[in-house]
């Protein structure tokens, strides 16, 4: 029977990932494996039906968990954590993790160990959570330095909506946007703009007061999205615009051209946040960390966002001001070198640039999104950035949008 369960699941999976691939014969030879009690073939199942169906998928998954396969109890806590096809419940995951944990699932291990660590934050100050990151990776003779270095953020969680269940200069990602009259629809090299968000300042100051932006009004971010400019390259200025809006009494919903919009709506509701500088930065290189000490400042850095502070893991990282979430390199040296005509970024001392790139700030992150549709090259995020006189003094007209990804 075991035979025969394990040869029918190994032709399941053939016919999904191999050369003459037939998804429906595959997932007919799948279910039969489950039936003969096949743990492996649960799995594949709850991955392959879940796609379309969340919750036949965790059906799948849980009669693995019945026939004690760890790989199924992994999928089925990922599920209940982050609420995908089913209510959130930390406790049946935790529950689910620790014996795949204990039964040496290294994934379960690590998704355990997060889940922890962002229960105990959600007790904590950011600033005591940032502490006991620095004593969990053994940074503590570097903490000083790694403190100074850290800059608030507002992150925006978001929550799937429909533009007419949003009033009028709400933030949200995608929908159709919320323009003054005289406002004329954003342009770049090759057409009008798609629509990416709008934030209210009013709720950001809430959550970050003293950050410099006006309480009022309404800022509008605009890309093109079909061509993709990575901002490598002088032209590709055009490619990003921000509107600033200060009455919002006058704002109405406006339909973009063609009367589609390019994304779907997704509400952003603002939380403070704080940020480490990423590795190949200005910031980081000034800590003067040896390399094991770097490879685990590295570490600390890449779970930070998602495990040490109490937002769920896994969630797209939309932000305002901070330090960005950065894929490849520090932009605002990028920006500097491409308003420059291009330099060498490698080159061992480039103090005029290092010091001309120290007056660009993050504006506004957005990140790949699901829920919106939305999808930056390959997993990659859009950077909207400014100078800080330009921000002190209201002028959104000098931005500068820089693509990273994978």
Known sequence: MELKAEGLF???QALLAGREQSPQRAVALLTEAADLGHGGACLALGRRVGRDDPQAGLVWLRRGVELGDDGCRYEVAVRLLRGFGAPVDEVAAAELLQTAADHGHAWA??????????????????????AAAIAEYDLQPHADRITAAVLPSVRLMGTPTRDEDQPVGASKLGGV???????????GAGGPLLFIAQINPSAVTTCLPGCGLAGGGLLSFFYDADAQPWGLKPGDRAGGRVVYAADTGSLRRTAPPGGVAAFRAVALSPRLELTLPAGRTMEARAFGLDDDAWDRYIDLRDVFADDFQPQDSGTARHRMFGHPDAIQGDMRRRIEATLRGGVDLDAAATPELDEAAKRWMLL????????AEMMWGDAGRLFFWITREAFLAGDFSAMFVQLQCN
């Open 364 to 371: 506004l992150q957005v990140d790949s999104d699901n829920d």
């Open 109 to 130: 291990a690590v998704q355990l160990a997060g889940l922890r660590r962002r229960q105990a934050s959600r007790a904590r100050t950011p600033q005591a959570s940032l």
């Open 177 to 187: 946007p919320d323009l003054g009259p005289e406002v004329d629809w954003p342009r």
């Open 10 to 12: 190994r032709q399941g």
